[in-house]
Structure formats: structure tokens, C-alpha cells
């Protein structure tokens, strides 16, 4: 890859970082216009005031929707893995216990 296309692909990478940080703080300012110190939550990723009759924790946005359901699966996840090594941990110990009673 020569100079030209490091300091194009840099560029490219700063201008989209840009982009994604304005349109942030766009979303805050527009929040911010639009709550008036109104009894209100708000949303678990993006931290964008959201009206207490939403019954959900994230915004109407679909990059909070994906991120949440993505941390939903992975909690599910772990909790399976959790269960699932307790009983491997557990099974030998009682398979023992009854080989000792008999």
C-alpha cells in the first residue's frame, strides 16, 4: 500500500468518526431542545432523553435497538454457560456421593 492510499484510508477513517461523532451530538441537542425539564428516562445506550409512556429502555433508533439486542443475547448467553458448568461441576460430585452410599 503506498503513502497516498495510508493517508487517503486515515483520512476516510477520520472524516467517518466525524460524521458519526456530530451526528451524537446532534441527537443530544435535538433532545435537549425537545425535553423541558418533563418528567422523563433515558435511553440505555445513547443516554437521549426519552418520554416516561416509551415502555422500552432504548430510544426509537436502530443502532440502540441492535446494540441492546445484541447485550440481550450475550447475557442470555452467559447465563446458559453458567448454569451449564455449575451442573458439570455438580453431576460428578453426587454421581460420587451415591457410588459412597452404596
Known amino acids: ?4 492510499e495510508k493517508i487517503a484510508k486515515m483520512a476516510t ?5 466525524a460524521k458519526q461523532n456530530s451526528t451524537i451530538s446532534k441527537k443530544r441537542k435535538k433532545a435537549r431542545k ?3 425539564f ?3 428516562k433515558h435511553c440505555v445506550e445513547c443516554s437521549i432523553p426519552i418520554p416516561l409512556s416509551n415502555e422500552s429502555l432504548i430510544c426509537d433508533d436502530d443502532d440502540c435497538r441492535i446494540n441492546q439486542e445484541r447485550k440481550e443475547k450475550s447475557r442470555k448467553r452467559l447465563s446458559i454457560l453458567l448454569y451449564v458448568g455449575i451442573g458439570i461441576f455438580i ?8 457410588g459412597a452410599l452404596n
Do not use: D, Y
Not at 1 to 4: A, E, K, V
Not at 13 to 17: D, K, L, P, R
Not at 91 to 98: F, N
Open 1 to 4: 500500500m503506498s503513502r497516498s
Open 13 to 17: 477513517t477520520t472524516a467517518s468518526q
Open 34 to 36: 425537545g425535553v423541558l
Open 38 to 40: 418533563e418528567a422523563h
Open 91 to 98: 453431576i460428578p460430585i453426587l454421581i460420587q456421593l451415591i
